[in-house]
């Protein structure tokens, strides 16, 4: 039986695009000749690379792709690959280093390769038919090592490494149930759209396409402007780019002579049938991710190794729809998923709403949003009252079970800060930059300490961890002590006759203020009726 593993939980330098020239990161998976450990195993390498800024947050996981035990394999992706590569391939230092380096690390090259078996096929089927260079499909090597887990604290993700704002631009969703950056069959079409972009705006030249998508089509496009200004060659080679770029290109190119002629480097690539083995199902609806697994006969980690989109305990409920399962896999899932009621996909609870609650803390409390909570109510606005029932879809299986991507990631990424640990919970228009000014602390903070990137989204209900750097002791409920004061960001309703001095004098906070937390323009008029944030010092009124 074939199996396949998935990414190990290490540190590893990687690449990353972004549209916007501001996405510079390291390049592949590599350390810099002469840089490795002493014995010059792969793993003591990266960890020992200092400048590795990439995080693996998920175990390996086996999975059984094949119905045989050491099934011979006549058909070899890699064949049909090598049969497609005509980049040419210069024998210059920079090349030959990043060569020799992939050249000595054949464990390196062996994981990599089984991480790419459920993927690969697909991928090499798509630049088939997009008319792309087969190089292409060695670039998630130099992205992610092949992880569709990878993460670059605080901007890229997936195996092709995304921005959160490149990926939009080119139509991944993004949400607090799903994240198309990992999905591997939406990201790779993204990342074919975004390649495609970049070859025709460097004029056909796929080696500046590529330093593009590392470090920004802007830098590449002011280097080319430079260079022709002075009268300089503009191609890739002759370019002032970051050390990053300089070696980002390099190692695609050094890949490929290796996938050309492994044999003249001592190498040995795994062997990995030209055959898909997965399949995307459609599942219809939304699905709890335990009961899919079940009905696939996989374990929750295997289902979500496969699916690595997905945030929570469930698919998102307006889709995608999709599930990639083993090919040996999909005739039991579709019969079980035909069998289940359309109630049964998902679990509910019947609850009462209580004195104080309101929909996101309820959505908080049920590891949902409320969104979700509305729409399984039929709610066409968040007033609830008290005494009341909501049903509230649930997992089906306790939530520690499932080891989602966020908790896994969070539990990576987070930084232990110094002083007093408070507790914020999001409101409605909450903000990092009002968060962080209601503590007096950063947002890159605020980000840090809670396992995020400062420009992901907030969501209503979310805990935030922060550290105010104080040692005296606080209590904390949508309060925070700062100093000998005490905050609270409160709701104001504007009354007739109010005005922004008025309003000012009473909370003891200055019209500035109120009008750089509420984005207010002091030529208009307050209107009755009309809400205002506000940060007030409650031990002074």
Same mark, same amino acid.
């Given at each position: @039986?074939?199996?396949?593993?998935?990414?190990?939980?290490?540190?590893?330098?990687?690449?990353?695009?972004?549209?916007?020239?501001?996405?510079?990161?390291?390049?592949?998976?590599?350390?810099?000749?002469?840089? @490795?450990?002493?014995? =010059?195993? %792969?793993?003591?390498?990266?960890?020992?690379?200092?400048?590795?800024?990439? %995080?693996?947050?998920?175990?390996?996981?086996?999975?059984?792709?094949?119905?045989?035990?050491?099934?011979?394999?006549?058909?070899?992706?890699?064949?049909?690959?090598?049969?497609?590569?005509?980049?040419?391939?210069?024998?210059?230092?920079?090349?030959?280093?990043?060569?020799?380096?992939?050249?000595?690390?054949?464990?390196?090259?062996?994981?990599?390769?089984?991480?790419?078996?459920?993927?690969?096929?697909?991928?090499?089927?798509?630049?088939?038919?997009?008319? @792309?260079? @087969?190089?292409?499909?060695?670039?998630? %090597?130099?992205?992610?090592?092949?992880?569709? &887990?990878?993460?670059?604290?605080?901007?890229?993700?997936?195996?092709?490494?995304?921005?959160?704002?490149?990926?939009?631009?080119?139509?991944?969703?993004?949400? #607090?149930?799903?994240?198309?950056?990992?999905?591997?069959?939406?990201?790779?079409?993204?990342?074919?759209? &975004?390649?495609?972009?970049?070859?025709?705006?460097?004029?056909?030249?796929?080696?500046?396409?590529?330093?593009?998508?590392?470090?920004?089509?802007?830098?590449?496009?002011?280097?080319?402007?430079?260079?022709?200004?002075?009268?300089?060659?503009?191609?890739? #080679?002759?370019?002032?780019?970051?050390?990053?770029?300089?070696?980002?290109?390099?190692?695609?190119?050094?890949?490929?002579?290796?996938?050309?002629?492994?044999?003249?480097?001592?190498?040995?690539?795994?062997?990995?049938?030209?055959?898909?083995?997965?399949?995307?199902?459609?599942?219809?609806?939304?699905?709890?991710?335990?009961?899919?697994?079940?009905?696939?006969?996989?374990?929750?980690?295997?289902?979500?190794?496969?699916?690595?989109?997905?945030?929570?305990?469930?698919?998102?409920?307006?889709?995608?729809?999709?599930?990639?399962?083993?090919?040996?896999?999909?005739?039991?899932?579709?019969?079980?998923?035909?069998?289940?009621?359309?109630?049964?996909?998902?679990?509910?609870?019947?609850?009462?709403?209580?004195?104080?609650?309101?929909?996101?803390?309820?959505?908080?409390?049920?590891?949902?949003?409320?969104?979700?909570?509305?729409?399984?109510?039929?709610?066409?606005?968040?007033?609830?009252?008290?005494?009341?029932?909501?049903?509230?879809?649930?997992?089906?299986?306790?939530?520690?079970?499932?080891?989602?991507?966020?908790?896994?990631?969070?539990?990576?990424?987070?930084?232990?800060?110094?002083?007093?640990?408070?507790?914020?919970?999001?409101?409605?228009?909450?903000?990092? #930059?009002?968060?962080?000014?209601?503590?007096?602390?950063?947002?890159?903070? %605020?980000?840090?300490?809670?396992?995020?990137?400062?420009?992901?989204?907030?969501?209503? =209900?979310?805990?935030?961890?922060?550290?105010?750097?104080?040692?005296?002791?606080?209590?904390?409920?949508?309060?925070?002590?700062?100093?000998?004061?005490?905050?609270?960001?409160?709701?104001?309703?504007?009354?007739?006759?109010?005005?922004?001095?008025?309003?000012?004098?009473?909370?003891?906070?200055?019209?500035?203020?109120?009008?750089? #937390?509420?984005?207010?323009?002091?030529?208009?008029?307050?209107?009755?009726?009309?809400?205002?944030?506000?940060?007030?010092?409650?031990?002074?009124?």
């Amino acid at each position: @039986m074939k199996k396949i593993l998935f990414p190990l939980s290490l540190t590893l330098m990687v690449g990353c695009q972004n549209l916007d020239n501001h996405a510079l990161k390291s390049g592949a998976d590599n350390m810099p000749p002469g840089k @490795m450990a002493s014995n =010059g195993d %792969i793993y003591e390498a990266l960890l020992a690379d200092e400048t590795a800024k990439v %995080i693996h947050p998920k175990a390996d996981v086996d999975i059984q792709l094949g119905d045989k035990d050491n099934a011979i394999i006549s058909d070899n992706v890699w064949d049909r690959v090598r049969s497609q590569l005509h980049f040419d391939i210069p024998q210059n230092k920079k090349v030959i280093a990043q060569r020799n380096w992939y050249a000595k690390h054949q464990r390196y090259l062996d994981r990599v390769a089984k991480r790419s078996e459920p993927f690969i096929h697909h991928i090499v089927e798509e630049l088939e038919k997009h008319n @792309m260079p @087969m190089e292409l499909v060695l670039l998630p %090597i130099v992205e992610s090592a092949y992880d569709p &887990f990878a993460y670059s604290h605080g901007s890229a993700s997936g195996m092709w490494q995304f921005l959160s704002s490149t990926g939009k631009q080119f139509g991944l969703k993004q949400n #607090w149930w799903y994240d198309g950056r990992r999905d591997v069959v939406a990201s790779t079409q993204a990342a074919i759209k &975004f390649l495609k972009y970049l070859h025709k705006r460097f004029d056909g030249d796929w080696l500046l396409a590529l330093a593009a998508y590392n470090s920004g089509e802007g830098r590449v496009a002011r280097a080319v402007k430079y260079n022709a200004r002075k009268g300089k060659p503009t191609d890739f #080679w002759n370019l002032k780019l970051p050390r990053e770029t300089r070696d980002y290109v390099p190692k695609l190119l050094a890949l490929a002579e290796i996938v050309k002629r492994p044999a003249d480097f001592n190498v040995t690539l795994y062997a990995i049938d030209n055959k898909p083995v997965t399949s995307s199902v459609d599942i219809g609806s939304q699905l709890d991710l335990a009961l899919a697994a079940d009905l696939s006969g996989l374990t929750i980690n295997e289902l979500h190794a496969l699916n690595p989109g997905f945030n929570r305990w469930a698919t998102a409920p307006n889709g995608p729809h999709q599930l990639l399962l083993p090919n040996n896999k999909v005739e039991q899932f579709n019969d079980g998923l035909a069998k289940l009621d359309d109630k049964d996909r998902l679990s509910w609870q019947r609850y009462k709403i209580k004195n104080g609650d309101s929909l996101s803390v309820i959505a908080n409390r049920f590891n949902t949003t409320v969104t979700v909570v509305k729409e399984a109510n039929n709610l066409k606005n968040n007033s609830i009252r008290a005494g009341r029932y909501l049903l509230i879809p649930t997992a089906t299986q306790s939530l520690d079970r499932y080891k989602t991507y966020e908790q896994v990631r969070v539990a990576k990424l987070s930084k232990k800060g110094t002083g007093n640990k408070l507790t914020h919970t999001v409101k409605n228009g909450d903000t990092l #930059w009002d968060i962080g000014n209601l503590y007096k602390v950063s947002s890159k903070s %605020i980000a840090k300490w809670n396992g995020f990137a400062p420009k992901d989204m907030l969501r209503l =209900g979310q805990k935030l961890t922060i550290w105010t750097g104080k040692t005296a002791p606080v209590k904390i409920n949508q309060t925070a002590a700062v100093g000998n004061t005490i905050m609270r960001n409160i709701n104001y309703k504007v009354r007739s006759g109010d005005s922004l001095d008025r309003i000012a004098n009473k909370f003891k906070v200055s019209i500035s203020d109120i009008e750089k #937390w509420n984005k207010l323009n002091r030529k208009k008029y307050l209107q009755p009726g009309q809400l205002l944030k506000l940060s007030v010092n409650i031990t002074s009124i």
